[in-house]
Antibody
């Protein structure tokens, strides 16, 4: 059974940093691209960042480019999102999401429950 | 900012058929990229409902079907049931130089009357 479990969420002041982690199990992690998708409370879905199976292809939404960094550790079946210079508008549930393919262009076949990040003074 | 447009809400009585449209443009659906659909039940994470325009993953009832034509796609739910009440999102790939490569629809809330 595929499981994606996020951790590292919490309340942080504007301008500060936070690092999210995602522990993956139930599939061959290093065969697939992974993504972070966020959802502000009561709002729609927004793709944040993605990384291919070997970290050779990485991309970000314009809204987080230059502030967020995605990475993965295939040996530990883990995905990460380093979030710097956080803003109030970054407040959301952050979902760890598995792609159905090794590179970009597939669909999102499994989702974690999400980690809540609240940016507030 | 969503690139794909969906109606905010649709509703129907139990047993009825409802459809949800997803309208894009020449850089996403119109460029030939596949459309995928996700169901988000209240208080839960989104779940894949339809992949690559028409494919149902294992476990998804055949009451759910997808289609695509031109710059739009549609999700149909037949034999509407109470536990179909959820938010539904379409998703595709976008090749425009600005914005994100992965785009979602604005989301549609389905209400069973």
């Amino acid at each position: 059974e595929v499981q994606l479990v996020e951790s590292g969420g919490g309340v942080v002041q504007p301008g500060r940093s936070l690092r999210l982690s995602c522990a993956a199990s139930g599939f061959t992690f290093d065969d697939y691209a992974m993504h972070w998708v966020r959802q502000a409370p009561g709002k729609g879905l927004e793709w944040v960042s993605g990384i291919s199976w070997n970290s050779g292809n990485i991309d970000y939404a314009d809204s987080v480019k230059g502030r967020f960094t995605i990475s993965r550790d295939n040996a530990k079946n883990s995905l990460f999102l380093q979030m710097n210079s956080l803003r109030a508008e970054d407040t959301a549930f952050y979902h760890c999401v598995k792609d159905d393919w090794g590179d970009f262009g597939g669909y999102f076949d499994y989702w974690g429950q999400g980690a809540l990040v609240t940016v507030s003074s | 900012q969503s690139v794909l447009t969906q109606p905010p809400s649709v509703s129907g009585a139990p047993g009825q058929r409802v459809t949800i449209s997803c309208t894009g443009g020449s850089s996403n659906i119109g460029a030939g990229y596949d459309v995928h659909w996700y169901q988000q039940l209240p208080g839960t994470a989104p779940k894949l409902l339809i992949s690559r325009n028409t494919n149902r993953p294992s476990g998804v009832p055949d009451r759910f079907s997808g289609s695509k034509s031109g710059t739009s796609a549609s999700l149909a739910i037949t034999g509407l049931q109470a536990d179909d009440e959820a938010d539904y999102y379409c998703q595709s790939y976008d090749n425009s130089l600005s914005g994100s490569p992965f785009v979602f629809g604005t989301g549609t809330k389905v209400t069973v009357l």
